[in-house]
């Protein structure tokens, strides 16, 4: 009886409660810039001729896009335009102090269908950059948007920006549990699952079309592989006892998770439909948080093994085929590896005399350093270039999501007014 | 044509989902958890001894201290009333709930309040409870029992608390 009903419970939430990523949510994302980096690169965003044909603004979402990266100021805020069919007066340009040039345009092709059209120029090279042409429903200038942003920092700084990446993270509101999916700056907030039980960390698979992540809907934490484009999803992992921290392999097919069937908490692969599940680590106190390595070969991971909680390395093959290595040294208090795309840097918190804070350390020279001076840190997740790390703390008691360069220098508070905001997990490059 | 095919399968939709809704509810009323603090939904507050404030089975918690998962042996003729309930009874199962304070990272925590109701478990299972008969799970920091960043708070928090499955 109790699986019946069970089963009819579990039909009923996925029915009612989890219908794709969807539903629009109408909390608003506030983001306070707390820190900027130094030597920033002027640019000009003049404002998008008949911008005022739009229902949102592109030009605003490309200024606030660029001034977040921590690499650009704005030398324009105005509301001026300029055609951008000719060449611009460099020279005039560059006593103005910009470095670089954005000019655009709206073309409305239908009633609810528009052309942006944007051209880049270097203005210290007199040199145009090209542009785009995008073709965009009204309800998908967002994306529009970050995706000129995103040429800007490629074409300007020679390396992939993160605009039109995704977030997925925890609203708590009073009892209530949503797992959202956003754009890269936290707006556009779309329901994936609404709970009355918390839910915890979410992991994006690499191909930015699933996100697992532990439910605790059924009284006790569960893993769950959830499509966004239909919402539909499958139970990974419900064995006996805990069943947490889902990290997907490079390659999408399996992932690692932690479990406690055998009595202290472990770590396992599983196939992601749920299927060949074996154990990886043969510890005999905690070990869990698993990472994979970019190229696939290690697993970085938490354990107690040696008395306080501290980072370890084992081959993804498990710990059998070569002993797990102490990574993490300088403190002794240490959860939560993350490891940049590059495989370079290794991310974590540290309890520094009852502070958990995020740091970073160089895994070559094994110089480390405080990202934050934050109390309560937690989450850590890189960015898909690798240059951010979002990461969830407490302003005022309550949870925000925090975002900081990997220099320490560019910092930005995201929070919405009245709702504790958790577990953020930054999505991959989606091209 | 098509209107009443759309009308139709609304309907068999409507009832479909009334249907649901019935037998979750009678799900509901047949099959629970007893929750911790001891709430009853017929009504019946003593009906089970572990809910009844004068039986050895009322106290169900074993607190820990901060990062520790080692049960204190004050808890022992505790756990041994338990113990004996169990063996008593094979068909009683309970789930065993660990719980962490709300400081440090939330896997860690999950990890560290599943060895606490792991260890009140291998304690139980000291005293001849089978395993078949027990679950150890935990919550980690993400269900505190008292909110607030005091010792207290965090000390009510540091806990696993035995909850009995009624049948």
């Not at chain 1, 592989?225 to 419900?238: D, F, P, Q, W």
Request: proline fraction near 4%; charged fraction near 20%; charge should be positive.
């Amino acid at each position: 009886m109790l699986q019946f009903v069970k089963k009819w419970i579990s039909l009923l939430s996925i029915a009612i409660l989890s219908l794709g990523v969807s539903a629009s949510a109408f909390a608003q994302m506030n983001i306070e810039i707390t820190g900027v980096g130094q030597s920033l690169y002027p640019i000009a965003v003049m404002r998008f001729q008949d911008e005022n044909k739009l229902p949102t603004s592109v030009t605003e979402i490309i200024r606030q896009d660029l001034l977040r990266s921590g690499y650009f100021k704005n030398t324009e805020n105005g509301n001026a335009t300029e055609n951008p069919s000719g060449t611009p007066n460099y020279k005039s340009w560059a006593a103005r102090g910009a470095d670089a040039l954005v000019l655009g345009s709206v073309v409305q092709t239908g009633p609810t269908q528009f052309e942006i059209h944007y051209k880049l120029f270097d203005i210290r090279k007199s040199q145009a950059l090209g542009g785009l042409d995008i073709n965009s429903s009204a309800d998908n200038l967002r994306a529009a948007a970050h995706k000129i942003a995103d040429d800007i920092v490629y074409k300007l700084l020679g390396e992939r920006g993160i605009f039109s990446t995704r977030l997925s993270y925890v609203i708590k509101d009073g009892k209530r549990y949503r797992l959202v999916i956003s754009d890269a700056d936290g707006q556009n907030i779309r329901n994936a699952l609404n709970s009355a039980d918390p839910i915890i960390s979410p992991s994006w698979s690499p191909d930015g079309k699933k996100v697992a992540y532990v439910s605790f809907e059924d009284r006790k934490p569960v893993i769950y592989v959830h499509e966004l484009a239909t919402g539909k999803r499958i139970m990974l992992s419900n064995q006996k006892g805990n069943n947490s921290a889902p990290a997907w392999t490079p390659d999408g097919k399996q992932l690692a998770i932690s479990l406690s069937k055998d009595g202290n908490t472990q770590i396992y692969g599983i196939n992601s439909d749920g299927t060949g599940l074996h154990r990886l680590s043969r510890g005999y106190t905690i070990d869990t948080e698993p990472q994979y390595s970019p190229d696939g070969r290690y697993i970085y991971f938490t354990s107690d093994r040696g008395g306080s909680p501290q980072i370890y390395r084992m081959s993804a093959e498990g710990e059998q085929v070569e002993g797990a290595k102490r990574i993490s040294y300088k403190q002794g208090f240490v959860t939560s590896p993350r490891i940049s795309p590059d495989g370079k840097y290794l991310a974590y918190i540290a309890n520094i005399g009852g502070a958990y804070r995020l740091y970073i350390v160089n895994l070559a020279t094994g110089d480390s350093q405080a990202l934050t001076d934050g109390t309560s840190d937690e989450s850590p997740s890189f960015a898909a270039n690798g240059r951010y790390i979002i990461y969830s703390t407490k302003v005022n008691g309550k949870r925000v999501l925090a975002a900081v360069s990997v220099d320490g220098n560019s910092k930005q508070v995201l929070t919405i007014p009245g709702s504790d905001v958790r577990q953020p997990s930054w999505g991959p490059f989606m091209d | 044509m098509t209107i009443s095919i759309t009308r139709r399968f609304t309907t068999s939709l409507l009832f479909g989902l009334a249907a649901l809704s019935a037998t979750f509810l009678v799900g509901c009323s047949s099959v629970k958890l007893d929750d911790v603090d001891g709430s009853s939904s017929n009504g019946n507050f003593s009906s089970q001894p572990w809910n009844d404030p004068k039986s050895p089975l009322f106290e169900k918690s074993v607190y820990f201290g901060f990062d520790e998962y080692t049960v204190q042996t004050k808890y022992q003729n505790m756990l041994s009333a338990h113990a004996g309930y169990l063996k008593a009874h094979p068909q009683q199962k309970i789930i065993i709930q660990g719980n962490t304070d709300d400081r440090g990272t939330a896997e860690y925590n999950l990890a560290l309040g599943q060895r606490r109701s792991d260890a009140v478990r291998k304690a139980l299972a000291l005293m001849g409870v089978p395993d078949a008969q027990m679950e150890a799970v935990s919550f980690g920091k993400e269900k505190p029992k008292a909110e607030g960043d005091t010792e207290s708070a965090w000390a009510e928090n540091r806990r696993a608390d035995i909850v009995y499955i009624s049948n």
